[in-house]
C-alpha cells in the first residue's frame, strides 16, 4: 500500500535515491582528511626550511607523492560535495542553481586536475633528477 498520489507518482516527486550517497561521501572524505591533513601539516613542518631540492626529493619519494594526491582528490571531491549543497539549499531559481552547479563543477575539476598534475609532475621531476 502506497501513501503517494497517482499525480505524485506520476510526476516523479519524491526520494531522488542519492542523498544517502551524497552524506556519506561527505563523511567519508571528511574522516579522511582528518589523517591526511595531519600529515601534511608535520610533513611541511619537517620541510620547512629546506632548499628547492630537498624538497622535490620529498614530494617525489613514492608515499609523499601517492599521500599528496590522495589529499588532493579529498580536498576538492570534498568542497566539490559540500557546496553542491550549498548551492541546493540557498540558490532557488532554477536556472541560476544549474549554471552554479555546472560552473562549480567545471572549475573544481580544473583546479583538482591541475593540482594533482603538478604533484605528479614534481614527482618525475625528482626521479629523473636522481637518475634512478
Same mark, same amino acid.
Given at each position: 500500500?502506497? #501513501?503517494?498520489?497517482?499525480?505524485?507518482?506520476? *510526476?516523479?516527486?519524491? =526520494?531522488?535515491?542519492?542523498?544517502?550517497?551524497?552524506?556519506?561521501?561527505? *563523511?567519508? $572524505?571528511?574522516?579522511?582528511?582528518?589523517?591526511?591533513?595531519?600529515?601534511?601539516?608535520?610533513? #611541511?613542518?619537517?620541510?620547512?626550511?629546506?632548499?628547492?631540492?630537498?624538497?622535490? @626529493?620529498?614530494? +617525489?619519494?613514492?608515499?609523499? $607523492?601517492?599521500?599528496?594526491?590522495?589529499?588532493? /582528490?579529498? &580536498?576538492?571531491?570534498? @568542497?566539490?560535495?559540500?557546496?553542491? &549543497?550549498? %548551492?541546493?539549499?540557498?540558490?532557488?531559481?532554477?536556472?541560476?542553481?544549474? $549554471?552554479?552547479? %555546472?560552473?562549480?563543477? /567545471?572549475?573544481?575539476?580544473?583546479?583538482?586536475? %591541475?593540482?594533482?598534475?603538478?604533484?605528479v *609532475? %614534481?614527482? /618525475?621531476?625528482?626521479?629523473l =633528477?636522481? +637518475?634512478v
Amino acid at each position: 500500500m502506497s #501513501l503517494r498520489t497517482p499525480l505524485a507518482r506520476a *510526476r516523479g516527486l519524491g =526520494s531522488a535515491k542519492e542523498g544517502v550517497q551524497h552524506w556519506w561521501a561527505q *563523511r567519508v $572524505t571528511a574522516v579522511a582528511l582528518i589523517p591526511l591533513s595531519v600529515w601534511f601539516v608535520v610533513s #611541511l613542518l619537517a620541510v620547512a626550511g629546506a632548499d628547492y631540492p630537498t624538497v622535490v @626529493a620529498w614530494v +617525489g619519494s613514492p608515499v609523499n $607523492t601517492a599521500l599528496l594526491v590522495i589529499l588532493l /582528490f579529498s &580536498v576538492f571531491y570534498h @568542497a566539490l560535495l559540500g557546496l553542491q &549543497v550549498v %548551492i541546493e539549499d540557498y540558490i532557488h531559481t532554477e536556472w541560476l542553481k544549474h $549554471t552554479v552547479l %555546472i560552473s562549480v563543477h /567545471f572549475a573544481l575539476i580544473l583546479l583538482g586536475v %591541475i593540482a594533482i598534475v603538478s604533484v605528479v *609532475r %614534481i614527482a /618525475f621531476i625528482a626521479v629523473l =633528477s636522481t +637518475g634512478v
